[in-house]
């Protein structure tokens, strides 16, 4: 960006408040933590990712062996116990015969059935079919088998299955399975981390240009430095909009340059000629009175121009301003056109208050309240009281609604009690950019009784005893 946009960018933080250089740090640590959210959310990305896949692949699988194991032992009990019930009727004295060590058999016919009650009742009340059975021994160890029940009228025909080391390898296998999405969860983390750093670079070094090129006053083009992707293509909408930026300032400047001369001019001759009239000894009182009203008019109309283009540029001009001999001359100029008004003007408090600022914008600044003080009171007294750091505008005036307190200071707003009198309402606006960008504060309130209160706070850095 050129020099003036850098130069805007800063007084517009100054003119936030007072303390605007104490924040700058606040909000650039408040951009580093969004960069660094964005960051995150991309490696949080990947870690969920990682993580989740890993964990539905590891429950899948777990869910798969298990229920293929089941499938297959019960497969082979069934079997088994088939051929066990036949090589029983085969041969009824003789031991059966079984593929899987783990398998023992047992045989109860019906007049031992009420001692099967006794000795196993939960062999007793099972069904047909294969069932799992888990307990403790004696001495507590766990154990764990699949019962596989035949019954007949004559003959009940049990085969049992150990499934204890089975359960222990099911709890190795899970165990390792669980260790897998945690090694996976941290692959997922650190493979996010470097994706996160391979995307975020170019956009670090897109901001790094950028504020580069900002304290040029020539901005470098941004998008011959980045491929064509979606970086190049925000980077030539910065270049675009830099360029467009850099003529809206150019433009600005042409403009401030061509006020200053063009309207300054006519002034000094407008001033020169009042000047030069008003030495001479022949003239009238009433024309003597016409020309210190356009002397004054022209004073007015310099302090105005000379406080706007202080807007315009954003600067800070400097100067040692005597707020009670300000007061003094504006008052003394309202005066003049009271016109017979019922109204006493006056100063009051300590003296010695001087402020770090062109005469110029304090003069706008104040001269708007007591203008405004002035039209709307219609009799009793206008009072600027000086403080150490601040100056208050006191009329007896009709006061001020809460709707008009509220948007008192906005661009074009006129009062409930302006009525018919003159002025775009744009006086006050003025004021408070004035503020913003000197880091003022001024405030406007009803009065206790009556009439109201308008306060102009100096900022402490540009007070100043005489």
């Not at 009824?92 to 031992?112: A, C, I, T, Y």
């Not at 307990?135 to 019962?147: E, I, T």
């Not at 009203?293 to 301003?321: F, M």
Request: glycine content about 8%; overall charge positive.
């Amino acid at each position: 960006m050129a020099s003036a946009t850098a130069s805007r960018h800063r007084t517009t933080v100054d003119r936030v408040t007072a303390g605007g250089d104490a924040q700058a740090p606040a909000r650039r640590r408040k951009r580093v933590r969004y960069r660094r959210r964005l960051r995150s959310r991309i490696i949080l990305a990947f870690v969920l990712l990682g993580f989740g896949l890993t964990a539905l692949f590891a429950f899948a699988t777990n869910w798969t062996r298990t229920r293929v194991e089941n499938q297959i032992v019960e497969d082979v009990m069934n079997r088994n116990i088939d051929e066990y019930a036949r090589q029983y009727y085969a041969k009824p004295g003789s031991k059966p015969e079984f593929g899987v060590q783990q398998m023992l058999g047992r045989v109860v016919k019906n007049d031992r059935f009420e001692d099967l009650r006794q000795e196993q009742p939960d062999w007793y009340e099972l069904s047909d079919g294969i069932h799992s059975i888990q307990g403790k021994n004696a001495d507590g160890s766990p154990f764990s088998y699949k019962l596989g029940v035949r019954k007949t009228p004559t003959e009940w025909f049990f085969l049992a299955y150990d499934m204890t080391q089975a359960t222990r390898g099911e709890a190795q296998f899970n165990r390792a399975i669980y260790a897998s999405v945690a090694v996976f969860t941290l692959l997922s983390l650190l493979v996010g981390w470097w994706a996160a750093s391979r995307v975020m670079s170019p956009v670090s070094e897109l901001a790094r240009r950028l504020r580069l090129s900002g304290r040029s006053s020539q901005p470098e083009a941004l998008a011959t430095h980045f491929p064509d992707d979606e970086v190049g293509e925000l980077a030539k909408a910065l270049d675009d909009y830099s360029e467009r930026l850099t003529e809206v300032v150019q433009r600005d400047r042409e403009f401030n340059a061509d006020v200053s001369h063009e309207l300054r001019t006519p002034l000094a001759v407008i001033k020169g000629a009042v000047e030069l009239l008003l030495t001479r000894s022949d003239l009238d009182e009433k024309t003597r009175t016409r020309l210190a009203r356009i002397q004054r008019a022209e004073q007015q109309c310099t302090d105005l121009i000379s406080a706007l283009l202080l807007l315009s540029r954003n600067e800070r001009g400097h100067g040692a301003t005597d707020i009670a001999r300000l007061s003094e001359q504006l008052l003394d100029a309202h005066r003049a056109q009271l016109a017979g008004k019922p109204l006493e003007l006056r100063v009051e408090g300590e003296r010695g208050l001087v402020v770090d600022a062109p005469e110029a914008a304090v003069a706008v600044a104040l001269g708007n309240l007591i203008g405004n003080a002035v039209k709307y009171t219609t009799q009793g007294e206008v009072v600027v009281r000086l403080h150490p750091d601040s100056v208050e505008v006191i009329d007896s005036g009709p006061g001020l609604s809460a709707e008009d307190a509220a948007k008192l200071f906005e661009r074009g707003y006129r009062g409930t009690h302006a009525g018919h009198s003159q002025g775009g309402g744009i006086g006050l606006s003025i004021v408070r950019r004035l503020c913003e960008l000197y880091g003022w504060d001024v405030r406007v309130k009803p009065g206790e009784e009556r009439g109201v209160v308008a306060t102009l706070t100096f900022a402490r850095v540009q007070v100043t005893g005489i």
